[in-house]
């Protein structure tokens, strides 16, 4: 069963910065691209970037520009840079394997951004 552990989340001021880690169990990183998701309050959870195994990555258009996401495979990590933090973007971030997640989710990391 593959386990996955987000850390780095925290409470930022609108236009603050934070960074995400995530590493994951085994080699699952090694072998299918790698995405972050977020899920906020009385919504569904939804990709927000993601990168191929090659390094090329996607993003949402409400993260674009602000948002880069980049990995180490020997690691068996993926990060999350986020910059110029809006209230909106306050939900429960996770990673895990994209563009179609496994069924298997993590704790997730809290990220609230508020005044």
């Known amino acids: 069963q593959v386990q996955f552990v987000e850390s780095g989340g925290g409470l930022v001021q609108p236009g603050g910065s934070l960074r995400l880690s995530c590493a994951a169990s085994g080699t699952i990183f090694s072998i299918y691209g790698k995405g972050w998701y977020r899920q906020a309050p009385g919504k569904q959870r939804e990709l927000v970037a993601a990168?191929?195994?090659?390094?090329?990555?996607n993003y949402a258009d409400s993260v674009k520009g602000r948002f880069t996401i980049s990995s180490d495979n020997a690691k068996s990590t993926v990060y999350l840079q986020m910059n110029n933090l809006k209230p909106e973007d306050t939900a429960i971030y996770y990673c895990?394997?994209?563009?179609?997640?496994?069924?298997?989710w993590g704790q997730g990391t809290q990220v609230t951004v508020s005044s």
């Open positions: 895990n394997i994209a563009p179609s997640a496994t069924n298997y």
């Open positions: 990168i191929t195994r090659g390094g090329s990555a």
